[in-house]
């Protein structure tokens, strides 16, 4: 009968075992070299990072956010067209939302005018200069459970570089009657890509207040071909 019990319990054990130890094993590692679980990396994504965004996550942002369990309550994304004009020495934004097919077409369309326009190259200031620029914003609120609180999170994609730089500050809303904004703000990363720079920036102003925040970042010198924040 003991012989019969230790065999079951024997069975047992080698049936808990490799589940006890999946959830702990190396599901993924990122270019900062970080180790994740699955269960981590399914936490970031039901926060509301991307794939993309969690394959460049610093040390300090996983560790914040592995283990906090979270619901998306809501998404929305749009695709951005600014004209920057230089008028009598002053420069003038103008903003337009798209489709994503017209951004693509348009992108392309101007692609194939001038081929050989770097983007994100030094603009000229002359009178009547202009130039678009194209990025894609993406909000999302998630329901932390841990701490039974909302988490709005923006990020801007610029599809093509604005060739005179000014300041650029822009997000979208979502409309919930569930969220109350708080004046908290975190992050507050931007990842830049060039000839010469390729990394994460956290350096920045943050600016908070009763209905929301912004952050504004310094950019580095030289030609960006990317920029994500």
């Known amino acids: 009968m003991k012989k019969i ?3 079951f ?3 047992a054990l080698i049936l808990i075992t490799p589940t006890a130890y999946a959830s702990n094993e190396v599901y993924y ?15 970031l994504l039901n926060q509301g990072f991307t794939e993309k965004q969690i394959e460049r996550m610093d040390y300090a942002t996983f560790i914040k956010n592995k283990d906090i369990e979270a619901t998306i309550v809501a998404q929305k994304k749009q695709y951005v067209k600014t004209t920057t004009t230089m008028r009598n020495g002053i420069q003038y934004n103008t903003s337009q939302i798209l489709t994503e097919e017209e951004m693509n077409q348009e992108i392309a369309a101007e692609k194939e005018q001038n081929p050989f326009s770097p983007r994100g190259a030094s603009g000229s200031y002359y009178n009547g200069a202009a130039s678009n ?4 914003i993406f909000a999302t609120i998630a329901y932390l459970t841990d701490n039974d609180t909302m988490r709005y999170k923006l990020d801007t994609y610029w599809q093509t570089m604005p060739s005179n730089r000014s300041n650029d500050i822009i997000g979208i809303g979502i409309e919930s009657s569930k969220v109350q904004i708080a004046t908290s703000i975190d992050f507050r990363q931007d990842w830049r890509t060039s000839s010469d720079v390729a990394g994460y920036g956290i350096s920045c102003i943050p600016k908070t207040q009763f209905t929301g925040g912004s ?6 010198s030289g030609s960006l071909s990317l920029l994500e924040s």
């Open 29 to 43: 590692i990122n270019n900062e070299g970080l180790e994740m679980t699955e269960i981590q990396y399914n936490n």
């Open 5 to 7: 019990l230790y065999m």
């Open 9 to 11: 319990l024997f069975a």
């Open 133 to 136: 620029n194209y990025k894609i």
């Open 215 to 220: 952050a504004m970042f310094t950019l580095t």
